[in-house]
């Protein structure tokens, strides 16, 4: 198997994420103007069903605005590594979702907590598919020295009607 390219990434505040949760909003806000149009008249669950979706409004800007990192993604070739606000860290990463031009990552540095890092193809188009390939070869990598030193679970056998093991 060939060996990833390294490649640094740069990694910054995420249009796709930001579009998704605010079209998921928008169709909450969509459904309550529906369920306010034909309901014959108002009451407290309609006022509660509005201050929960603004409520949801809130949650989503913050998370926006959370997910909004800025830093640099680094793969050296053995080790990846987050570097933002001066603070390098190194871990692994977990694709989580890949759509060919968006990826979601899961950053889980040694030490520390797991980060959510969306990466866009707009941001280095000329670094995304060395990216994509650094991300997918050492998740395999990874796959194959933990999964191939492990021997494949023993079969059950079925002596006097019930299963053993």
Same mark, same amino acid.
């Given at each position: 198997m060939h060996k990833a390219p390294t490649v640094d990434y740069p990694v910054g505040p995420s249009r796709f994420y930001t %579009?998704?949760?605010?079209v998921i909003?928008?169709? !909450?806000?969509? !459904?309550? $103007? /529906?369920? %306010?149009? +034909?309901a014959s #008249?108002?009451?407290? #669950?309609? /006022?509660?069903?509005? &201050?929960?979706s603004l $409520?949801?409004?809130?949650? /989503? &800007?913050?998370? $926006?605005?959370?997910?909004? =990192?800025?830093?640099? %993604? +680094?793969?050296?070739?053995q080790c990846w590594w987050w570097e933002t606000s001066g603070v390098r860290a190194?871990?692994?990463?977990?694709? +989580? %979702?890949?759509?060919?031009?968006?990826?979601?990552?899961?950053f889980l540095p040694h030490s520390g907590a797991r980060q959510w890092l969306w990466l866009e193809k707009r941001t280095a188009p000329t670094r995304w598919?060395?990216? +994509?390939? &650094? !991300? =997918?070869?050492?998740?395999?990598?990874?796959?194959?020295?933990g999964g191939g030193s492990a021997s494949p679970p023993a079969?059950?056998? =079925?002596e006097g009607g019930t299963v053993q093991w």
């Open positions: %579009l998704a949760l605010s909003w928008s169709g !909450v806000i969509g !459904v309550d $103007a /529906m369920w %306010l149009l +034909r #008249r108002l009451d407290w #669950r309609h /006022m509660l069903g509005i &201050a929960v $409520a949801a409004g809130v949650v /989503m &800007a913050l998370c $926006a605005r959370r997910a909004a =990192h800025a830093g640099t %993604l +680094r793969w050296d070739g190194s871990g692994e990463v977990k694709p +989580r %979702l890949d759509l060919q031009s968006v990826l979601l990552l899961g598919n060395a990216l +994509r390939r &650094a !991300v =997918h070869a050492s998740g395999q990598a990874d796959a194959d020295v079969e059950p056998s =079925h």
